[in-house]
T-cell receptor, first 114, second 115 residues
Framework: AQSVTQLGSHVSVSEGALVLLRCNYS??????LFWYVQYPNQGLQLLLK??????LVKGINGFEAEFKKSETSFHLTKPSAHMSDAAEYFC????????????FGRGTSLIVHP | GAGVSQSPSNKVTEKGKDVELRCDPI?????LYWYRQSLGQGLEFLIY????????KSGLPSDRFSAERTGGSVSTLTIQRTQQEDSAVYLC?????????????FGPGTRLTVL
């Protein structure tokens, strides 16, 4: 069954520092991969998605992610963190068994220090 | 345009009572999902509706949970005889069509507290 592992329930960075949020997936078929962000008291919104086109995917707010099949990874990065990036980030995978239901990771809380 | 809306935003109930949570998806979206979000547990899939097809109920944790979708639009999630472990944020999402690569649009959630 498809699954997602997000390493680190909390990641803390200083403002202006590199952001790296890790996501590893398991899927028996070529996956579709997503990163969503959730700000406090809000629903999730899509940051970016991988659908088998370019392996480097650019999203909103300066985030990007690279699909690495050999490492079964889809890590999220941003060169310079901003205070407004503080939120919960979720990685998700879909596609196995033709399922329309994505499997979400447990989430990583990004903390940005001034 | 209008996004996914959910009501109520907060619900406090006593153990053993029934509750109903409502979701209004984006107009024209045929796929609708319910998830439960507990602290530190990520999103737990509950149920999926697609058009007039039979819903996928494989994620419902017990027979106290049920959901319906009327007219292919509004959905209601019902929890009967609530228990304290039902306390969580219940999220609804919709997407334009059933596809594994389509984005899901989420509502703000209903925070359920069972005393």
């Amino acid at each position: 069954a498809q699954s997602v592992t997000q390493l680190g329930s909390h990641v803390s960075v200083s403002e202006g520092a590199l952001v790296l949020l890790r996501c590893n997936y398991s899927s028996s078929v070529p996956p579709y991969l997503f990163w969503y962000v959730q700000y406090p008291n809000q629903g999730l919104q899509l940051l970016l998605k991988y659908t088998s086109a370019a392996t480097l995917v650019k999203g909103i707010n300066g985030f990007e992610a690279e699909f690495k099949k050999s490492e079964t990874s889809f890590h999220l990065t941003k060169p310079s963190a901003h205070m407004s990036d503080a939120a919960e980030y979720f990685c998700a995978v879909s596609g196995e068994g033709g399922s329309y239901i994505p499997t979400f990771g447990r989430g990583t809380s990004l903390i940005v220090h001034p | 345009g209008a996004g996914v809306s959910q009501s109520p935003s907060n619900k406090v109930t006593e153990k053993g009572k029934d509750v109903e949570l409502r979701c209004d998806p984006i107009s024209g979206h045929t796929a609708l999902y319910w998830y439960r979000q507990s602290l530190g547990q990520g999103l737990e899939f509950l149920i999926y509706f697609q058009g007039n097809s039979a819903p996928d109920k494989s994620g419902l944790p017990s027979d106290r949970f049920s959901a319906e979708r009327t007219g292919g639009s509004v959905s209601t999630l019902t929890i009967q005889r609530t228990q304290q472990e039902d306390s969580a944020v219940y999220l609804c999402a919709s997407s334009s069509s059933p596809s594994p690569y389509n984005e899901q649009f989420f509502g703000p959630g209903t925070r359920l507290t069972v005393l």
